[in-house]
């Protein structure tokens, strides 16, 4: 993993060929860069150490932001022995031997830091077997994982480790990292600053990445400072972080959704493209933009809903890419669109009620009575045919008999709906007067 600090990189005792990455690797936590917050003196990590006690912890955050460095450097500065594993090569019998390893060096006094990379790998029972050693102190686990450890990890595993948020590197920290690498190697990178600029975006804050592509545009033999243009002729950007079924998809998802509702369409196309490059399935976006429409401009814009299910039948018709234009044209009418969550509260807070109030008839005036026996009985006995009625309408009551008349749909007074009040209030009125008042 990339190592985040501003030093010059240590002699490679063995003479081998390594990574630049590697080469650059860290030697004390004040060096690092990008993870100030959590190393700060009050910072999570910062008063561990200042207390002298460092607990189990899970390192979340996105690949190349130093967490196996961050790992490997907690170990040497509280003493304890550093032991690597990644859950993807490991099984149940290594674990077994690493803690029987760590529990008789305990005996001679020393602590056991266990990193175990891509923890979220590790199936329950798995990750239940390191519960007792972590309890009774044979070893320190430090997990690393790039998914929400909430949704990945056991709650007893996570009751029992601090989780540590690492941030995502910025245009900033990987400008530091470049200037590292170029103070390691001797000489500065052939590129002009907009084509630098490019090169710092292409890594897109992953700092290992980063250093990988300083290592190739260093090893070309060019005759003057390239151009961007030429830089990207060279290298292909690295693609997006995305993972289609994790955190990526839903924290992606809900931004496009919250950019239509916050009624900013050129934030909600900024989304839809991240999730299109990002290699998204344009049909799962097309049935949550159909979503936005029934549950976010609902009646305000009766068009909203027709609209979307014409984009997602484009989509379906011309595929991509021409069939994306469609569903990008969705999310547009839906941003600009009047707003208005009236049905969906509405709907909500009578699905409550229909659970409180269990298996209550309707009224006998509006049971069907087919048969003889049903009129003795009294079904349909008054009802009132609202088309014989003045002005087409009964006012009658549909509620169960002895429920109390509910309010449930409550339209703002905005778009379509604004005229939907009106015809409400006056239904409330006609009703009111008919009724006796």
């Given at each position: 993993?990339?190592?985040l600090f501003?030093?010059?990189?240590p002699?490679?005792p063995a003479?081998?060929?390594?990574?630049l990455?590697?080469?650059?690797?860290?030697a004390?936590?004040?060096?690092?860069?990008?993870?100030?917050?959590?190393?700060?003196?009050?910072?999570?990590?910062?008063?561990m150490?200042?207390a002298?006690?460092?607990?189990?912890?899970?390192?979340?955050?996105?690949?190349?932001?130093?967490?196996?460095?961050?790992?490997?450097?907690l170990?040497?500065?509280?003493?304890l022995?550093?032991?690597?594993?990644?859950?993807?090569?490991?099984?149940?019998?290594?674990?077994?031997?690493?803690?029987?390893?760590?529990?008789?060096r305990?005996?001679e006094?020393?602590?056991?830091?266990l990193?175990?990379?891509?923890?979220?790998?590790?199936?329950?029972?798995?990750?239940?077997?390191?519960l007792?050693?972590?309890?009774?102190?044979?070893?320190?686990?430090?997990?690393?994982?790039?998914?929400n450890?909430s949704?990945?990890?056991?709650?007893?595993?996570?009751?029992?480790?601090?989780?540590?948020?690492?941030e995502?590197?910025?245009?900033a920290?990987?400008?530091?990292?470049a200037?590292r690498a170029?103070k390691?190697?001797g000489?500065?990178?052939?590129?002009?600053?907009?084509?630098?600029?490019a090169l710092v975006a292409?890594?897109?804050?992953?700092?290992?990445?980063?250093?990988?592509?300083?290592?190739q545009?260093?090893?070309?033999?060019?005759?003057g400072?390239?151009?961007?243009?030429?830089?990207?002729?060279?290298?292909?950007?690295?693609?997006?972080?995305?993972?289609k079924?994790?955190?990526?998809?839903?924290?992606l998802?809900?931004?496009?959704?919250?950019?239509?509702?916050?009624?900013?369409?050129?934030?909600?196309?900024?989304?839809?493209?991240?999730?299109?490059?990002?290699g998204?399935?344009?049909?799962?976006?097309?049935?949550?933009?159909?979503?936005?429409?029934?549950?976010?401009?609902g009646?305000?814009?009766?068009q909203?809903?027709?609209l979307?299910?014409?984009?997602w039948e484009?989509?379906?018709?011309?595929?991509?890419?021409?069939?994306e234009?469609?569903?990008?044209?969705?999310v547009?009418?839906?941003?600009?669109?009047?707003?208005?969550?009236?049905?969906?509260?509405?709907?909500?807070a009578?699905?409550?009620?229909?659970?409180?109030?269990?298996?209550?008839?309707?009224?006998?005036?509006?049971l069907?009575?087919?048969?003889?026996?049903?009129?003795?009985?009294?079904?349909?006995?008054?009802?009132?045919?609202?088309?014989?009625?003045?002005d087409?309408?009964?006012?009658?009551?549909?509620?169960p008999?002895?429920?109390?008349?509910p309010?449930?749909?409550?339209?703002?007074?905005?778009?379509?709906?604004?005229?939907?009040?009106?015809?409400?209030?006056?239904?409330?009125?006609?009703?009111?007067?008919?009724?006796g008042?």
């Amino acid at each position: 993993m990339a190592d985040l600090f501003d030093r010059d990189a240590p002699p490679d005792p063995a003479g081998a060929p390594r990574p630049l990455a590697d080469r650059l690797r860290p030697a004390r936590l004040a060096e690092v860069i990008g993870q100030e917050r959590v190393l700060a003196e009050d910072g999570p990590l910062g008063a561990m150490l200042r207390a002298g006690s460092l607990s189990s912890l899970i390192l979340w955050g996105p690949p190349g932001v130093g967490k196996t460095t961050l790992a490997r450097l907690l170990a040497a500065e509280t003493r304890l022995a550093f032991v690597q594993v990644s859950a993807i090569f490991t099984g149940v019998p290594d674990l077994r031997k690493i803690f029987e390893t760590a529990r008789l060096r305990r005996r001679e006094g020393m602590g056991t830091l266990l990193f175990v990379d891509e923890i979220h790998r590790f199936n329950k029972a798995q990750q239940d077997g390191f519960l007792p050693y972590m309890e009774d102190g044979t070893i320190v686990l430090v997990g690393a994982t790039t998914e929400n450890p909430s949704f990945e990890l056991n709650a007893a595993l996570l009751s029992r480790a601090q989780v540590i948020v690492l941030e995502r590197l910025t245009p900033a920290h990987l400008e530091r990292l470049a200037r590292r690498a170029e103070k390691a190697l001797g000489r500065a990178l052939p590129l002009l600053p907009e084509a630098r600029e490019a090169l710092v975006a292409m890594a897109d804050g992953d700092g290992r990445a980063l250093l990988n592509l300083v290592e190739q545009v260093m090893a070309w033999a060019v005759a003057g400072p390239l151009a961007a243009a030429e830089l990207a002729r060279r290298l292909n950007r690295r693609a997006a972080v995305y993972d289609k079924a994790g955190e990526a998809h839903y924290n992606l998802i809900s931004a496009l959704h919250k950019a239509v509702r916050g009624s900013d369409p050129d934030a909600a196309l900024y989304w839809l493209a991240r999730m299109l490059e990002g290699g998204e399935d344009p049909r799962v976006l097309a049935r949550r933009i159909t979503r936005m429409a029934a549950e976010d401009v609902g009646l305000a814009d009766p068009q909203a809903l027709a609209l979307c299910l014409a984009a997602w039948e484009s989509y379906e018709r011309l595929g991509s890419p021409e069939g994306e234009l469609a569903l990008a044209g969705a999310v547009v009418w839906l941003a600009l669109a009047p707003k208005s969550n009236a049905v969906y509260s509405a709907f909500a807070a009578a699905r409550a009620r229909a659970r409180e109030t269990g298996s209550l008839a309707p009224p006998a005036h509006i049971l069907n009575a087919p048969t003889r026996l049903m009129k003795a009985l009294g079904y349909g006995a008054g009802y009132v045919y609202d088309h014989d009625a003045e002005d087409g309408f009964s006012g009658q009551d549909y509620f169960p008999e002895g429920m109390a008349r509910p309010v449930f749909y409550l339209p703002p007074d905005r778009g379509m709906e604004r005229e939907l009040k009106k015809r409400l209030d006056w239904f409330a009125r006609q009703r009111a007067r008919r009724q006796g008042g």
